[in-house]
């Protein structure tokens, strides 16, 4: 018999503590799951799936404009965005309910309250002030966006004020170069929202492949999206209807709606980490091994709350390795290597192993394969608009060490194609595979031009008519 109340006792009811918990819990461990907002974490409520609807709302005017090289005539469409909103609550709603069957389906007990840690082994629910103990704790509270500390910052939103707004907004400013950043500037153009994009440094992607980079960088300015590059935001001032935006440069714009994907940061304050021993590093994350566990040896912690890698896929197996070590019997722990990721922009971006600028450093003979083209679907639709393909490849081994595309379902291609780097595939192997014609994805087996002619630099495209209702 245990002297401790639960086996386990997880804080955080987001993707990696659900999976954990699941998973202990099948393997005949007590457990426990302590939420204070809402089941799913970010993933479910505020992040990838909310996002990935509202993705999707914004590319069907690409779509209406594409159906006319096709033979459709079609009526001006109408955009409704409490439409949209509405139909996306009802949808994370569903999701939410899943993820709490599937703790009690499992046998485990839920907290819908915070918990803080009083000790190693006590958990403090705030509900009540109930104290409960545990002989593991698992930490699984994720991460929050954050906003930098200028004048006006009051009046700024975040991607989590985002998925709620009330109206849509005719004109939007969105601060950031990274993943968050360049898919809402997609989902605010393509509902039809003037969209200014401003980042601090040259172009964005930090850290992704340039040739992705530099592609991206050129669509965006296509569809019209004022990139602003190479600067910052000073202050912001709320005017009657709008605000008055001040960048670093000393220009001004006046928008509807200022919002800030310019980091996150993990959610570790204030929850009893350091009187159970649990040491932080310089940001606030959670300090572990690749066991993922703490400083605390009874204290785990998985996902964003750790800053590895900050992915719902990767938190969730990071979540199932730890219980089916600790409980199942079963040790092994995540590899975070060759993960693949997508960046759900509009075309978006996929990709999976090094970019180029980091294979180069650890492969001298690398060869690179690059491909830039217009898909069949565009020949008629007339849309300009380029696909970007190129894989990395190790010319001592001829093994496939970076994939990169950036295009439609670039996602979807990228997945698949993540299994043959994980299982070692060669460049001779992409070879020997029959293509699936006609498709964007049998590029992949067609490569044999090295380093192909480099994209034409990003310029501004003339203005295209919207020829649109938009209303919110």
Excluded at 319 to 345: C, E
Excluded at 412 to 419: G, Y
Aim: glycine residues 10%.
């Amino acid at each position: 018999m245990t002297k401790y109340d639960y086996d386990l006792f997880v804080i955080g009811g987001g993707s990696g503590g659900v999976r954990a918990a699941r998973i202990a819990a099948g393997h005949g461990a007590k457990v426990a799951v302590a939420e204070e907002y809402r089941f799913g974490g970010t993933c479910v409520i505020r992040g990838c799936v909310p996002k990935k609807l509202l993705v999707y709302a914004s590319r069907f005017r690409d779509e209406f404009e594409d159906a006319e090289g096709y033979g459709w005539a079609l009526k001006t469409p109408h955009f409704d965005w409490a439409t949209l909103i509405a139909n996306k609550d009802a949808e994370i709603k569903r999701l939410e309910g899943i993820y709490r069957r599937n703790v009690e389906g499992a046998g485990g007990k839920i907290f819908d309250t915070r918990a803080t840690l009083a000790d190693a082994h006590t958990i403090v629910l705030a509900a009540d002030g109930r104290k409960v103990t545990a002989d593991k704790v698992l930490v699984a509270t994720g991460g929050h966006p954050v906003k930098p500390d200028i004048p006006g910052i009051e009046h700024a939103i975040t991607s989590s004020e985002a998925f709620h707004l009330e109206e849509m907004p005719a004109s939007v400013l969105i601060v950031g170069g990274g993943y968050i950043a360049v898919e809402f500037a997609g989902i605010f153009d393509g509902l039809g929202a003037e969209t200014t994009l401003v980042y601090r440094g040259e172009k964005v992607l930090r850290g992704f492949d340039e040739d992705m980079r530099d592609g991206l960088m050129a669509e965006l300015f296509k569809r019209e999206i004022d990139v602003r590059v190479n600067v910052n935001v000073a202050a912001i001032e709320k005017n009657w209807g709008d605000y008055t935006v001040t960048l670093t440069d000393g220009s001004t714009l006046d928008v509807e709606c200022v919002m800030f994907a310019t980091g996150r940061s993990p959610n570790t304050a204030n929850l009893g980490l350091e009187q159970a021993g649990v040491k932080l590093g310089e940001q606030g994350e959670i300090l572990v091994d690749v066991q993922s566990r703490t400083s605390a040896q009874n204290i785990y912690a998985v996902g964003d709350v750790t800053d590895r890698v900050n992915l719902t896929p990767v938190a969730i197996r990071e979540g199932h390795a730890f219980a089916d070590s600790v409980f199942g019997k079963k040790p092994w722990s995540m590899d975070h290597d060759l993960i693949p990721t997508a960046v759900f922009s509009t075309p978006e971006i996929a990709t999976v192993g090094l970019p180029e600028h980091e294979a180069c450093k650890v492969y001298p003979n690398l060869d690179v394969y690059l491909a830039r083209f217009r898909p069949l679907k565009h020949t008629l639709s007339g849309r300009d608009e380029f696909v970007v393909m190129k894989l990395l490849v190790d010319r001592d081994t001829d093994k496939v060490v970076g994939c990169h595309m950036m295009g439609p379902d670039a996602g979807e291609i990228v997945q698949m194609a993540a299994i043959a780097l994980k299982m070692g595939a060669t460049k001779a192997d992409f070879d020997a595979t029959v293509a699936l014609h006609p498709s964007v994805a049998e590029e992949f087996v067609t490569m044999r031009t090295k380093r192909a002619a480099p994209a034409k630099p990003a310029t501004k495209a003339a203005p295209k008519k919207k020829g649109y209702d938009e209303t919110s």
